[in-house]
Structures are given as structure tokens and as C-alpha cells.
């Protein structure tokens, strides 16, 4: 079975604060992805990495950056955050021709 | 841009009903549409993958088809359960699986 683990389930942050969201898959995938989920919008994804060190700008990147050092691990920064990035974060991971498999979310709070 | 709409966006039907769940894609020229359900607070899980050259795809009591040409999906319950009381997403991937664009869900509940 393919695993897909995040840092955190639950986090509380304040604006301006340096936010690290980390999501770890165990399957050897390419693909790794970033969403973000709020009520009536969706699924939007953020940023994308389809090798170590490439990354692609997904539909909402602004104010996001990642980081992808080693193909397991694909890390998402708010560098300031702010209350607008309170929301539920989703880690994908996939290969390609198959579907993709998620992480269990951060609920992220920025007070 | 792609769009994908989801309607209703909740749904409420009695136990051992079948049903069926609509899902509706602006831009025919996909490359698969994927079916997922979430759980409260929780992440997807994958249900059925249905590729463009594919009408439909079967696992278990599932059943999900594709018609490309008119830019509609159904998923099908069969005798539902009131473990099947989730949220229901499909997703549209227009190139390779790097990219999927959601719809925003249909909320179903079973009612015992």
C-alpha cells in the first residue's frame, strides 16, 4: 500500500510566522503535489514536483514556495504566513498513468 | 480553462437505494477522470480511474462512466450502505496525471 504521511495533522500559527508543511511518501513516486481545500472552492493545487529540485507553479501559488531535496519528501513554505492561507492542505503523490495518492491534510490556522 | 461542476452539492437518500452521483467537465480533451471520496478531515482515496479511451469503469458496487462528447461522468452506487456516507470529487487530468482539476463535491449521506 502506498503511504502518504504529513508533518502535522492540526497547526496554529500567527501572521508573519515562517511555516513549514512536509509530506513524505514511501512508494518511490515521481510525482508529488500541494493543495490547498476550502469550503465551495475546491481542490486548487499550488505546486507541483515531478523530479528532485523541479517544481512547476500550480493554480494558486502566490505567496507558497516548496522545497523537493530528495524524491520522498516534498516540503511546502508559507514564507510569511497570513490569516488567508488558513485552510487544509493536501500532499499528493503519483506516477504517471496512475491515479494519485493522498497524505491525511494539515489543518493549518493562521490567528 | 478546464471547469468541473458537481450538482447537487449534497445529497441525502435512504439506505439500500441506488444512486447515482454527476459530474460535468468543459473541455473534452481529457486525458482520464478519476472518481474520489473524502471523509471528514480527512484526505481522498481513490475510487475508479476511467481513461479517455474507456466508457466505464467497475469495482464492486461502484460503477463510473464516461461520455467525453457531451462532458459528463456518473457514478453509480449500487444498495447503498451507510458506510458509503462521504464526499464524492471527480477530477478531470488533461495532461498525462501531472495535473487534475477538481470539481467541488457532492456531500452524500445514507440514511439508515
Known amino acids: 500500500d502506498v503511504k502518504v504521511t504529513q508533518s502535522s495533522r492540526y497547526l496554529v500559527k500567527r501572521t508573519g510566522e515562517k511555516v513549514f508543511l512536509e509530506c513524505v511518501q514511501d512508494m518511490d513516486h515521481e510525482n508529488m503535489f500541494w493543495y490547498r481545500q476550502d469550503p465551495g472552492l475546491g481542490l486548487r493545487l499550488i505546486y507541483f514536483?515531478?523530479?528532485?529540485?523541479?517544481?512547476e507553479k500550480g493554480d494558486i501559488p502566490e505567496g507558497y514556495s516548496v522545497s523537493r531535496e530528495k524524491k520522498e519528501r516534498f516540503s511546502l513554505i508559507l514564507e510569511s504566513a497570513s490569516t488567508n492561507q488558513t485552510s487544509m492542505y493536501l500532499c499528493?503523490?503519483?506516477?504517471?498513468?496512475?491515479?494519485?495518492?493522498f497524505g491525511p491534510g494539515t489543518r493549518l490556522t493562521v490567528l | 480553462k478546464q471547469e468541473v461542476t458537481q450538482i447537487p452539492a449534497a445529497l441525502s437518500v435512504p439506505e439500500g437505494e441506488n444512486l447515482v452521483l454527476n459530474c460535468s467537465f468543459t473541455?473534452?480533451?481529457?486525458?482520464?477522470l478519476q472518481w474520489f471520496r473524502q471523509d471528514p478531515g480527512k484526505g481522498l482515496t481513490s475510487l475508479l480511474l476511467i481513461q479517455s479511451s474507456q466508457r466505464e469503469q467497475t469495482s464492486g458496487r461502484l460503477n463510473a462512466s464516461l461520455d467525453k462528447s457531451s462532458g459528463r461522468s456518473t457514478l453509480y452506487i449500487a444498495a447503498s450502505q451507510p458506510g458509503d456516507s462521504a464526499t464524492y470529487l471527480c477530477a478531470v487530468g488533461l495532461f498525462g496525471n501531472e495535473k487534475l482539476t477538481f470539481g467541488t463535491g457532492t456531500r452524500l449521506t445514507i440514511i439508515p
Open positions: 499528493a503523490t503519483s506516477v504517471i498513468t496512475d491515479t494519485q495518492y
Open positions: 473541455d473534452s480533451a481529457i486525458y482520464n
Open positions: 514536483s515531478y523530479d528532485v529540485k523541479m517544481k
